[in-house]
T-cell receptor, first 109, second 112 residues
Framework: GQNIDQPTEMTATEGAIVQINCTYQTSGFNGLFWYQQHAGEAPTFLSYNVLDGLEEKGRFSSFLSRSKGYSYLLLKELQMKDSASYLCAVREEAGKSTFGDGTTLTVKP | DTGVSQNPRHKITKRGQNVTFRCDPISEHNRLYWYRQTLGQGPEFLTYFQNEAQLEKSRLLSDRFSAERPKGSFSTLEIQRTEQGDSAMYLC??????????FGPGTRLTVT
């Protein structure tokens, strides 16, 4: 079956760096996505990895190791507005994506 | 605003009633997805379309649920004989093939 694991909650301090991990076991793999979701809002796209390695996008970076079924999202220079849920999603086939339950990040002053 | 719209934004209905939701995707996106999300969980895949063809439907979806995308543009999701367990946020997303998904604001369904 499909299984995506992320920590439920994390807390970090404004200005710091935080790493959110995601491990997955899925029947297929055709890319891994990270989305940000603020409370009461829809998810918004952050990053995409399909090959092993690090993808950097401003304050956000995402890493993928397909052999280990592992990814992380790295957030630098944390701001209060980064408090949100971060969703890891694996695209298993041409269209279908399976989402993890998300990691709720709280940024404290 | 991602460019994906959903209507209505909120729906309260009594158990046993039918409801229909609409999603208007970004116009150049040929793929459209429906998800259901409850508090504290990630979006759960329901079904997706490529143009007007429904390519996959979750096994979790009972036959009370049906979705259409008749002209390959907007889509509707209908739930017949609603149950309290159907209460959730219903999210629609669209994408170009092989690219990230853009989500609409969702329709929050409450079944009383």
């Amino acid at each position: 079956g499909q299984n995506i694991d992320q920590p439920t909650e994390m807390t970090a301090t404004e200005g710091a760096i935080v790493q959110i991990n995601c491990t997955y076991q899925t029947s297929g793999f055709n890319g891994l996505f990270w989305y940000q979701q603020h409370a009461g809002e829809a998810p918004t796209f952050l990053s995409y990895n399909v090959l092993d390695g690090l993808e950097e996008k401003g304050r956000f970076s995402s890493f993928l190791s397909r052999s280990k079924g592992y990814s992380y999202l790295l957030l630098k220079e944390l701001q209060m507005k980064d408090s949100a849920s971060y969703l890891c999603a694996v695209r298993e086939e041409a269209g279908k994506s399976t989402f993890g339950d998300g990691t709720t990040l709280t940024v404290k002053p | 605003d991602t460019g994906v719209s959903q209507n209505p934004r909120h729906k309260i209905t009594k158990r046993g009633q039918n409801v229909t939701f609409r999603c208007d995707p970004i116009s150049e996106h040929n793929r459209l997805y429906w998800y259901r999300q409850t508090l504290g969980q990630g979006p759960e895949f329901l079904t997706y379309f490529q143009n007007e063809a429904q390519l996959e439907k979750s096994r979790l979806l009972s036959d009370r649920f049906s979705a259409e995308r008749p002209k390959g543009s907007f889509s509707t999701l209908e739930i017949q004989r609603t149950e309290q367990g159907d209460s959730a946020m219903y999210l629609c997303a669209s994408s170009r093939q092989g690219h990230e998904q853009y989500f609409g604001p969702g329709t929050r369904l409450t079944v009383t």
